[in-house]
């Protein structure tokens, strides 16, 4: 099975701030990674598939990259709403789908 | 808008049956796959399996084989999760998502999340 480990599992950051928050798979998974945002009480919400494509609606300061097995979403210019958890996803031709633990992102 | 309603929270005691439900609307239900997503504060987020509501095709992750059954009603655009005995360890919060395609192999479309409380 392809395990995701995300790192780190939590930060703090100042508005106006780039984040950055790393999904390393243990096995080579092309473009196969999605990002996922979820508030506290919510359901997550998708903000990037296929590694780099930015869902429909989500803001541009949301990017992500990456190939094979490291992965990055940055976030350009931290907004208040965008505290939360965010979430990487792996996906296979077996139509299986892993999750990493989650970053926690917090105010400072 | 494209929307998935999701039934209440359940308290349930060991043993018991139940099944919830997801609905959608917005868009043709029986075209796209619903998936199920367990989250719990020890494991996080964990795939389930799916369905193909127009002709009830299911996947199982190998975790989730035998434990739940998953079903579509397509004529009421509803799906379900059914568990026929359930155990403390199936206390979680359960989402349905929408899964987007072959072009958007990612859960673009989520439900609030049904919260199942299983305990004597």
């Known amino acids: 099975d392809i395990q995701l480990t995300q790192s780190p599992s939590s930060l703090s950051a100042s508005l106006g701030d780039r984040v950055t928050i790393t999904c390393q798979a243990s096995h080579d998974i092309n473009n196969y990674l999605n990002w996922y945002q979820q508030k506290p009480g919510k359901a997550p919400k998708l903000l990037i598939y296929d590694a780099s494509k930015l869902e429909v609606g989500v803001p541009s300061r949301f990017s992500g990259s990456g190939f094979g097995t490291v992965f990055t979403l940055t976030i350009t210019t931290l907004q208040p709403e965008d505290v939360a958890t965010y979430y990487c996803?792996?996906?296979?031709?077996?139509?299986?789908?892993?999750f990493g633990l989650g970053t926690k992102l917090e105010l400072k | 808008e494209v929307k998935l309603e999701q039934s209440g929270a359940e308290v349930k005691k060991p043993g018991d049956s139940l099944k919830i439900s997801c609905k959608g609307s917005?868009?043709?239900?029986?075209?796209?796959?619903i998936v199920w997503v367990r989250q719990t504060p020890g494991k996080g987020l964990e795939y389930m399996g799916m369905?193909?509501?127009?002709?009830?095709?299911?996947k199982y992750s190998q975790s989730f084989q035998g434990q739940v059954t998953i079903s579509a009603d397509n004529s009421i655009s509803t799906a379900y999760m059914h568990w026929y005995s359930l155990e403390a360890s199936d206390s979680a919060l359960y989402f349905c998502?929408?899964?987007?395609?072959?072009?958007?192999?990612?859960?673009?479309?989520w439900g609030p999340g049904t919260m199942v409380t299983v305990s004597s």
């Open positions: 369905i193909w509501p127009g002709d009830s095709e299911t």
């Open positions: 996803q792996q996906y296979n031709n077996h139509a299986t789908y892993t």
């Open positions: 998502a929408r899964h987007g395609g072959s072009k958007k192999v990612a859960f673009d479309v």
């Open positions: 917005g868009y043709k239900f029986s075209s796209q796959w």
